[in-house]
């Protein structure tokens, strides 16, 4: 299976996510409301080869700024030490140059919702329709969590290889939990 970045041109699906100190034990989860991160808010994650199991790299992602209507995030590469600031918009969905891209998530997620999204950059381009299709347990190591399951069906274009373009199908499923107010 492919990871195909959108935007960022190297993060993975995976880094979007992040962490609260919140709980939503107990209450009926029926609507996501949109995240809202406090200062501080840190998640450690690592990006692993999805047929061999072998950890790619380690990062840890902490929630710095409200800027302009993006989210500001403090990115560290685990293994290098080396630091960015990334931005993603209150929807999840990565900015390139402070501009917001689309992305699986439109908030609030609620069953049954449909959205589509396009995004060109830097030849590559994808055209996504999603659809959040359940609401369901998903168990991950970091443990068992009621998260929705948005399902992503679409094309992308790459023009990136010798002037050569390919074309292609992409499929993607998410689950979104508020609980970590992100994806697990």
């Known amino acids: 299976m492919t990871t195909l970045v959108r935007c960022t041109g190297g993060l993975a699906a995976a880094a979007i996510a992040f962490l609260q100190a919140h709980?939503?034990?107990?209450?009926?989860?029926?609507?996501?409301?949109l995240p809202d991160p406090s200062a501080g808010d840190t998640l450690v994650?690592?990006?692993?080869?999805?047929?061999?199991g072998k950890i790619d790299s380690r990062f840890s992602l902490e929630f710095a700024e409200r800027?302009?209507?993006r989210l500001i995030y403090k990115m560290t590469n685990l293994d290098s030490g080396q630091?960015?600031?990334?931005?993603f918009t209150s929807d999840l969905g990565p900015s390139v140059r402070a501009k917001p891209c689309g992305g699986a998530f439109e908030f609030p997620l609620t069953v049954g919702k449909r959205h589509s999204f396009d995004v060109r950059s830097k030849?590559?381009?994808?055209?996504?329709d999603c659809e959040v299709a359940a609401l369901e347990n998903v168990t991950v190591p970091a443990g068992t969590f009621e998260a929705f399951r948005v399902e992503c069906a679409g094309r992308h274009t790459s023009e990136e290889e010798l002037?050569?373009?390919r074309i292609g199908r992409v499929t993607e499923t998410h689950w979104y939990t508020p609980v970590v107010n992100g994806e697990v």
């Open 23 to 33: 709980s939503a034990a107990g209450q009926a989860l029926t609507v996501a409301p």
């Open 45 to 52: 994650y690592q990006v692993a080869d999805q047929f061999s």
């Open 67 to 69: 800027r302009a209507g």
């Open 83 to 87: 630091t960015s600031e990334d931005s």
């Open 123 to 128: 030849g590559l381009g994808v055209y996504e």
């Open 163 to 165: 002037d050569a373009v």
